[in-house]
C-alpha cells in the first residue's frame, strides 16, 4: 500500500493537541491572521493592483501610485492594493478624493480610512460613506460626516 489509511492518519485535531507549545502559537496566529483578512475581504470587497487601476483610469501606473486622491492599502503580501469600492466605471466616486485626501491627514492607516468609508455612519442616517457618495446626491453630508469623524479622532 502506498498510502496509509485515512482512518489511520491522525486527525488535524490530534495533531494540533500533540503539537508543541511554539507549533500551535504560530498555527494560532496563522488561523488569527487569516480569519481577519477575511473579515476585510467581506466589508472592503476585492481591491486591485495599481497595473489594473492605471488601464482602467487609462493614465500610467506612475500616475496611479503619486495619486493622493486614490485609497491604497499595504496588503499583508506587501503589495499594494486599490479598493474596488472607490471607482464608478472608469473613474473615482466624485467627491472621494477630497475625503481621502483629509481623512488620511486625521488617522493613523489607509485602513481606516477604508473601514469608515464602509461602516454604517449614523450621520448618514446607517448608510456607509460610500453607499451615499455613489447615491451622487450627499458629498456635502459625506465630508460633513468625515469631518467629524477626523476631529474626534483628534480629541
Same mark, same amino acid.
Request: aromatic content about 4%; proline content about 2%.
Given at each position: 500500500m502506498l498510502y496509509p489509511e485515512v482512518s489511520s492518519m491522525p486527525s488535524v485535531e490530534d495533531r494540533y493537541k500533540q503539537a508543541s507549545e511554539g507549533t500551535r502559537a504560530v498555527v494560532d496566529t496563522i488561523l488569527a491572521a487569516d480569519a481577519d *483578512?477575511?473579515?476585510?475581504?467581506?466589508?472592503?470587497g476585492p481591491a486591485?493592483?495599481?497595473? @489594473?487601476?492605471?488601464?482602467?483610469?487609462?493614465? @500610467?501606473?506612475?500616475?496611479? #501610485? #503619486?495619486? #493622493?486622491?486614490l485609497l491604497r492599502l499595504k496588503m499583508r503580501s506587501g503589495r499594494t492594493g486599490y479598493p474596488v469600492f472607490q471607482f464608478d466605471g472608469p473613474h473615482q466616486i466624485a467627491g472621494l478624493?477630497?475625503?481621502?485626501? *483629509?481623512?488620511?491627514?486625521?488617522?493613523? @492607516?489607509?485602513? @481606516?480610512?477604508?473601514s469608515w468609508l464602509t461602516s454604517p455612519n449614523k450621520d448618514l442616517g446607517g448608510d456607509t460613506p460610500i453607499a451615499a457618495l455613489k447615491s451622487g446626491r450627499r458629498s456635502e453630508q459625506v465630508r460633513v460626516a468625515a469631518q467629524r469623524f477626523a476631529s474626534a479622532l483628534a480629541l
Open positions: *483578512d477575511e473579515a476585510w475581504v467581506r466589508q472592503l486591485l493592483r495599481g497595473a @489594473t487601476v492605471a488601464k482602467m483610469l487609462r493614465v @500610467t501606473p506612475q500616475a496611479v #501610485s #503619486s495619486n #493622493s486622491n478624493g477630497n475625503i481621502v485626501v *483629509d481623512l488620511r491627514k486625521a488617522v493613523a @492607516t489607509e485602513w @481606516t480610512v477604508a
